[in-house]
């Protein structure tokens, strides 16, 4: 009998095999269609959330925003590299600005690898216009509107604001810009242009890959630097009674060679625009890739005490609030952080901040001035979130995170409509609410996949993005995202 199973073994082993293999592509396609279930879900209820709040056409807000602005010209970066033959360097180092070339190849090297945003100045001039030609005629490049003041000028014309945009632009530039956006500025004639070399993940470039898709942003600016249109600004925002006054692309000041004082006499007119204007008037002060640790002070001094928000990506969170704690910067963090992780640092800054503002308010004697901290937007690539002090001028946290959210997927994506063969969830089936033992954790709901909730003084709110995996741009994903979610809360 023995034999006789073992013979029948023999005989209906590859029918079993092949019932065993049909099995198992059954479970992965069902699972696969769980998943697709689940991401759908997910969007429908997403875009729900989002569309709970509309914006009145009739009654367009205004947002006035400065400063400055660039063409973006982007440029497969690893192909870039290689045309210019820049061996990649067998060091990676973090430079603050960039002299020659094999300073490109180390920083490059460093911010690469772990797919960390970066951004550097480079002091000479001579190899930033090789650099540029080169990209000119590279194959598969693309001019664009950028600098994050006409970036998120850009978002909030589209999203049914109406704009005031500081910034020096060549007319050719300002023609390209939605007709709901008036300049204020200087009229130049050659824009100032940033190369933008964006790679996707997974690629690699001698012997290292990246590990997410991002970009490596180099500058050299002749004017942004100088924020020569804040005169021009200034003189129209009083007429304009703007909504919300928007404040970024300061970091074209870190590490450009200014003559002694004159970052400092820039900031400080910077700081009576700011704090002049009305006191009931929203001020948002959107951060960026800074390295100097002198500028860094300097806002903390001369703009963020003035700002009642502030938006940032998981890079400049743990600077700053390295910064605050009396450390120094921190040039490299996790590109992928965990909810728990970001939340505990936002908690920290918008307490140190508020801390701050309650000293300087009973130290200055002009409490009119100062603001207090009430809204914190931070942007990930796996997740938005936001914290919002309770009372708040600011409305609608739970739409404008998950607007936020969508916002991510369609500007990385390049597309209005979200498609979800090319959208991936990262997010975890739950998250822990801080890193504290015993912290609550909140399961990711498709169906309600915005959370919120509130603790002391604020309500805060997590939405999963559903990360765009065939990336068209990368750069100005920031701008794009905060203005999104600042439109549905003015
Ligand atoms: C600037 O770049 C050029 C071209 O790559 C190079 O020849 C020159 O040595 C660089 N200057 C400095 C100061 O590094
Ligand atoms: C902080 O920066 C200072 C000055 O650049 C440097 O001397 C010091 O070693 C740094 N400390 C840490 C902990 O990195
Ligand atoms: C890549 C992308 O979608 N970026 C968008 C950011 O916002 C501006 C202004 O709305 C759009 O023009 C860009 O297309």
Request: net charge negative; with cysteine.
């Given at each position: 009998m023995e034999g006789g199973g073992r013979l029948s073994w023999v005989r209906y082993g590859p029918v079993v095999s092949l019932f065993v293999?049909?099995?198992?592509?059954?479970?992965?396609?069902?699972?696969?269609?769980?998943?697709?279930?689940?991401?759908?879900?997910?969007?429908?209820?997403?875009?729900?959330?989002?569309?709970?709040?509309?914006?009145?056409?009739?009654?367009?807000?205004?947002?006035?925003?400065g400063f400055g602005g660039c063409a973006d010209l982007l440029v497969d970066g690893v192909s870039l590299l290689n045309k210019i033959g820049l061996i990649p360097s067998d060091q990676p180092l973090h430079h603050d600005y960039l002299e020659n070339i094999e300073q490109l190849s180390q920083s490059f090297a460093y911010f690469f690898a772990p797919g960390a945003a970066a951004e550097r100045f480079m002091l000479n001039d001579t190899l930033f216009g090789e650099?540029?030609?080169?990209?000119?005629?590279?194959?598969?490049?693309?001019?664009?509107?950028?600098g994050n003041a006409p970036v998120m000028a850009g978002r909030?014309?589209?999203?049914?604001?109406?704009?005031?945009?500081?910034?020096?632009?060549?007319?050719?530039?300002?023609?390209?810009?939605?007709?709901?956006?008036?300049?204020?500025?200087?009229?130049?004639?050659?824009?100032?242009?940033?190369?933008i070399l964006e790679y996707p993940m997974g690629v690699s470039w001698g012997p290292y890959i990246s590990h997410r898709a991002n970009r490596y942003i180099i500058h050299s600016d002749d004017h942004n630097p100088y924020l020569d249109s804040m005169e021009e600004f200034a003189k129209k925002l009083t007429h304009f009674q703007?909504?919300?006054?928007?404040?970024?692309?300061?970091?074209?000041?870190?590490?450009?060679?200014?003559p002694p004082g004159e970052r400092h006499a820039l900031l400080s007119r910077l700081s009576d625009l700011i704090s002049t204007s009305s006191a009931k008037l929203g001020?948002?002060?959107?951060?960026?890739?800074?390295?100097?640790?002198?500028?860094?002070?300097?806002?903390?001094?001369?703009?963020?005490?003035?700002?009642?928000s502030l938006g940032m990506n998981e890079q400049e969170l743990p600077n700053l609030l390295s910064l605050l704690k009396g450390s120094n910067i921190t040039v490299l963090s996790d590109p992928n952080p965990r909810v728990a992780t970001v939340l505990d640092q936002m908690r920290e800054v918008y307490r140190i901040l508020n801390q701050r503002y309650k000293l300087a308010e009973m130290s200055e004697g002009d409490p009119s001035k100062v603001k207090p901290l009430t809204r914190l937007h931070v942007h990930t690539l796996a997740f938005q979130s936001m914290i919002v002090t309770r009372g708040s001028q600011w409305k609608n946290t739970m739409s404008a995170t998950a607007k936020a959210s969508l916002t991510a997927n369609?500007?990385?994506?390049?597309?209005n409509d979200i498609d979800l063969s090319k959208a991936r969830l990262i997010m975890d089936d739950s998250f822990s609410v801080s890193r504290q033992e015993g912290s609550q954790r909140i399961p990711l709901q498709e169906s309600r996949p915005v959370s919120c909730w509130?603790?002391?003084?604020?309500?805060?709110?997590?939405?999963?993005?559903?990360v765009c995996t065939e990336v068209y741009q990368t750069a100005g994903g920031g701008d794009n995202i905060s203005a999104a979610g600042l439109v549905l809360q003015i």
């Open positions: 293999v049909l099995l198992a592509v059954w479970f992965r396609s069902s699972e696969r269609t769980v998943l697709d279930d689940r991401l759908d879900t997910l969007l429908s209820s997403l875009l729900r959330a989002e569309s709970k709040v509309g914006i009145n056409d009739f009654a367009r807000p205004k947002v006035a925003i650099l540029v030609e080169a990209s000119r005629d590279l194959p598969g490049n693309r001019w664009s509107v950028g909030l014309a589209k999203e049914g604001c109406d704009v005031l945009l500081g910034g020096s632009f060549s007319p050719d530039f300002t023609d390209v810009l939605s007709e709901h956006i008036t300049v204020a500025g200087k009229v130049l004639e050659e824009p100032d242009i940033h190369l703007p909504d919300l006054l928007v404040v970024g692309g300061l970091q074209m000041m870190d590490s450009f060679p200014f001020t948002h002060f959107e951060m960026a890739s800074f390295v100097e640790e002198s500028i860094m002070e300097d806002l903390l001094h001369y703009v963020i005490p003035y700002a009642d369609r500007h990385v994506c390049g597309s509130e603790e002391n003084d604020y309500e805060i709110c997590v939405a999963p993005v559903l």
